[in-house]
């Protein structure tokens, strides 16, 4: 075994070993703080169903209506234009919104094309360098209640296009 997989394996362990003995140390309820911290990811996990119910339900409504596949076709000159494959911006659509969305679209990509073939290599390098923004906005900021998040919006967004972008053109220059 491996000096990394011996402390991956035991790295979570012995962090709840030190947190359980300084708690004893210092003379907490440690039984009680554990029963009260399930208890608020339980009521945290039931807040947050709706919103996830919300998300789950936009996005298959958008895949199943053809909604993404006629604005893809609408856009594909621009994105030809613009050396952007056509074939990857669903993919860049629904990264944003859903990581579970795209890592079954990544997958069929890598499926369907191959995982050397240059939509394979740029799928996988999006998929690395970009974040569900909408769903960690509305998700976490909703269970937290915070209700404006406009700044939050943009940057991470931005961010988002950065890291298609930038996926786009180191894919093209190391595999192109």
Known sequence: MGVFTTISTWIIPCFLLIVLLTATYQRLPTYELF???????????FSLLPFLVGMIVSITILRSSGAIDAFIGLISPVLAFFGFPADILPLALIRPISGTASLGMTSEMIM????????????STMQGSTDTTL??????????QIKRMKYALKVGLLTDIIG?????????????
Do not use: C
């Open 164 to 176: 298609i972008i930038t996926s786009i053109i180191v894919v093209t220059l190391i595999f192109g």
């Open 35 to 45: 029963v009260e911290g399930g208890k608020e990811g339980v009521q945290m996990a």
């Open 112 to 123: 369907t094309h191959g995982p050397d073939s240059f939509l394979g290599r740029l799928a």
């Open 135 to 144: 769903y960690v906005l509305t998700i976490y900021f909703g269970s937290v």
